[in-house]
């Protein structure tokens, strides 16, 4: 089952912040976070794993909250560059496949002068 | 960081030919390769997970008969769309694992196909 993203759609100003969620009704061992532009494929830009360890982009942040299955990506002071389609990717705890993703439905965020 | 290509990056086909799309990890090893179909403004759906030396595991939904993926190597994975019909154009993406700690990996992307049919 694909998890759920909040909110659809962000604009912003140069400068502003953001928040974008994603929620899973399964148990999660990872929550992956990429960005996609149109045409493009996604780049990475976050993990976090189950039990705290995380990878990721110097200006972006996100947490997990394991028990509620949820994630958040913080964009901050964000730059024209931001502007893109936000995907997480949900790794299942019980998951046989390692490194399969089902990915949200995205947040399409668009950063204006 | 690691680099996944695909080749074609466009391909326009007729309706019933069939059409081959590769993947290659570049610079590393990939004994696992997911193949994603993503329709504009949509998400990415895993079609299939291709396994080297091994069949490829199918997600519901997908056929296997109609969406065929060989895993011939550690570096190159492709995908066959056999029978092209127009509602098979999409964009495909591959993407391979790296590892970083543990279990979770990194998804390196390729830069996707678009496909075409007509």
């Known amino acids: 089952q694909q998890p759920v993203q909040s909110p659809q759609a962000v604009i912003l100003r140069e400068g502003e912040d953001a928040v974008i969620n994603c929620s899973s009704s399964k148990a999660l061992y990872s929550v992956h976070w990429y960005r996609q532009k149109h045409g493009e494929a996604p780049v990475f830009l976050m993990i976090l794993l189950k039990g705290g360890e995380q990878k990721g982009h110097e200006k972006i942040s996100a947490s997990f909250n394991e028990k509620k299955q949820q994630s958040s990506l913080y964009l901050t002071a964000s730059q024209l560059s931001y502007s893109g389609t936000y995907f997480c990717?949900?790794?299942?705890?019980?998951?046989?496949?390692?490194?399969?993703?089902?990915f949200g439905q995205g947040t399409i965020l668009t950063v204006h002068p | 960081g690691a680099v996944v290509s695909q080749h074609p990056s466009r391909v326009i086909c007729k309706s019933g030919t069939s059409v081959k799309i590769e993947c290659r990890s570049l610079?590393?090893?990939?004994?696992?390769m997911f193949w994603y179909r993503q329709f504009p403004k949509k998400s990415l759906m895993l079609m299939a997970t291709?396994?080297?030396?091994?069949?490829?595991?199918?997600e519901q939904g997908v056929e296997k008969d109609k969406f065929l993926i060989n895993h011939a190597s550690l570096t190159l994975s492709t995908l066959t769309v056999t029978s092209a019909h127009p509602e098979d154009s999409s964009f495909y993406i591959c993407?391979?694992?790296?590892?970083?700690?543990?279990?979770?990996?990194?998804?390196?992307f390729g830069p996707g196909t678009r496909l075409t049919v007509t």
């Open positions: 610079d590393f090893q990939a004994t696992t």
């Open positions: 993407s391979a694992p790296g590892q970083w700690l543990k279990r979770s990996y990194e998804q390196y």
């Open positions: 990717g949900t790794e299942d705890a019980g998951g046989t496949s390692y490194g399969k993703l089902t």
């Open positions: 291709s396994n080297e030396g091994s069949k490829a595991t199918y």
